[in-house]
């Protein structure tokens, strides 16, 4: 369990059913700053850096647990939607339930 900062653009959180939410809103996220023409580390000069949108991603011990539609994450995603997404998977151990419920939130 606990948080993990991820270079002023996120975090990750670990749960006790043993998997981790990525929320990320850097120039190489889905997300309001998302900019591929960004310098690497843009993140990483502001004190602090901020969007109105943000990418969700899950993990288990195998690793990235796919749960968009042709997609690995969910991006442009609300703070009221990756609150939603929190509560889901911290409370889950059966994937295909969570990737159900995940997309019962139209994100």
Excluded: H
């Amino acid at each position: 369990m606990g948080f993990i900062a991820t270079e002023n653009k996120g975090f990750r959180m670990n749960f006790e059913n043993g998997l981790t939410i990525s929320v990320q809103w850097g120039t190489m996220n889905y997300c309001e700053k998302k900019n591929l023409g960004a310098k690497y580390k843009d993140e990483m000069k502001k004190p602090i850096w901020e969007s109105t949108s943000a990418e969700i991603g899950v993990f288990n011990d195998e690793g990235l647990v796919p749960i968009g539609d042709g997609d690995d994450v969910i991006g442009w995603c609300s703070a009221d939607e990756v609150a939603k997404a929190i509560k889901i998977v911290s409370s889950t151990k059966d994937l295909d339930k969570m990737k159900s419920k995940i997309k019962k939130l139209n994100i």
